[in-house]
């Protein structure tokens, strides 16, 4: 008679000996065989044991105590991530239930479930101990030829990018001539991290004595944690079929002059901002505040800016002007193209590099009627000047 064991026998077993007991035991306290409980330990990711004997037990045990909150998982996390599986919930509610983002319980279901489709949190849990606890060998310390070869490369002005790429290009079938390039920024900039000359760092395109912190870091005080995210916009926003959504952004001239501009995105109506001396947060929420405070409450539904600081006073122009503001994701100006394809047209009256506070509100006002009575084939010929009369005539 062949004996089945159920799920929670199975479960019973691996938290056994990942606790420390060795695999006879264990699958005997579950009314296992030895060769059932080789066979269910082979499953779980193969991991090393000291014996695969009869006394064999883990070299390395996780700890049972867990430690302070991290960016790693604890036994408990991923405690709830096995019940929520085994439950059928998404990876979003899991995450929801743990604190953590859905991408977080997917790479963890991913990377740990056995070949039987199980997760076990335990051997999650003792993987991940044992994979921090093993030392990892330093690409290119010692390594004298990679490192000859990187050199000459960034002596010639290749990026650490480009050199790991054609490494990979050039030696596809050889991992030891091989390297990212985050392990070239590591040896350049971290002692002990490999073996690159040290003026290679003065190599690089932007000559940083040392590395900026990752973004993580550097927007840890953003005053856009509380924002609402371009993500969050209603669809509406994005198939144009509403009225009153604007983009916005600044155009930068010599000596640190700006003007803003905004662009409604059914009509592409064009308002510039005259910004005076600076555009500080101040500056430019008083111009957004004066400007789309004479367009009706239909017309200024939304705004989506980028997370330039110039619009930190973000939540002052929302309850003036009862309006939603957006923000892009960092580095993301083609999140808001039809202000991008705008500013790019209006360059013919305010150059690139040249002083923008030279043009008073009233040269300001005759710049955005010639755009606004331009025609766009976007708007089959229409302007968007008549498009926005309409809107306000219907209205």
């Not at 079929?241 to 059914?266: F, K, M, N, Q």
């Not at 619009?311 to 003036?320: D, F, G, P, S």
Request: charged share 25%; net charge positive.
């Amino acid at each position: 008679m062949v004996n089945v064991f159920s799920l929670d026998a199975r479960t019973e077993f691996f938290d056994l000996v990942c606790g420390g007991m060795s695999i006879l035991a264990a699958a005997r306290r579950v009314g296992a065989t030895h060769g059932t409980g080789r066979n269910w330990w082979a499953q779980s990711g193969h991991m090393m044991t000291v014996d695969m004997g009869p006394v064999g037990g883990l070299s390395d045990p996780a700890p049972t105590a867990e430690g302070p909150e991290g960016r790693a998982l604890n036994l408990a996390e991923r405690g709830m991530i096995q019940m929520g599986l085994r439950s059928g919930l998404s990876y979003a509610r899991i995450g929801e239930l743990i604190g953590r983002d859905r991408s977080v319980v997917w790479r963890e279901a991913k990377r740990n479930t056995g070949a039987d489709g199980v997760y076990y949190a335990s051997v999650a849990h003792t993987k991940a101990h044992q994979a921090r606890r093993r030392p990892k060998a330093l690409k290119l310390v010692g390594d004298e030829a990679l490192c000859r070869l990187i050199g000459v490369w960034m002596d010639d002005g290749w990026s650490p990018k480009l050199i790991s790429a054609m490494l990979a290009f050039y030696f596809p079938d050889d991992q030891t001539m091989q390297v990212s390039h985050e392990t070239i920024y590591q040896a350049l900039y971290v002692q002990s991290r490999g073996s690159l000359r040290a003026d290679l760092a003065e190599k690089l395109s932007l000559k940083r004595k040392q590395r900026v912190p990752h973004a993580a870091d550097r927007h840890k005080n953003s005053p856009y944690k509380e924002a609402f995210k371009i993500s969050e916009r209603p669809a509406e926003v994005q198939d144009r079929a509403v009225p009153g959504h604007w983009e916005g952004d600044l155009i930068i001239g010599c000596d640190g002059t700006a003007i803003g501009t905004l662009v409604e995105r059914s009509t592409r109506f064009t308002i510039l901002l005259h910004l005076p001396g600076d555009h500080t947060a101040d500056t430019v929420a008083a111009a957004m505040i004066r400007e789309m405070g004479k367009l009706p409450d239909h017309l200024r539904r939304s705004i989506t800016w980028d997370r330039g600081t110039e619009l930190a006073a973000y939540a002052r122009i929302q309850t003036a002007l009862d309006t939603t503001l957006y923000f892009c994701d960092p580095h993301s100006p083609w999140q808001r193209g039809t202000n991008e394809n705008t500013n790019r047209l209006l360059r013919f009256w305010l150059e690139k590099g040249s002083d923008l506070s030279v043009h008073t509100p009233e040269d300001l006002r005759q710049v955005a009627a010639k755009l606004n009575r331009r025609p766009r084939p976007t708007l089959n010929l229409e302007t968007p000047a008549n498009r926005l009369n309409q809107l306000l005539h219907a209205a």
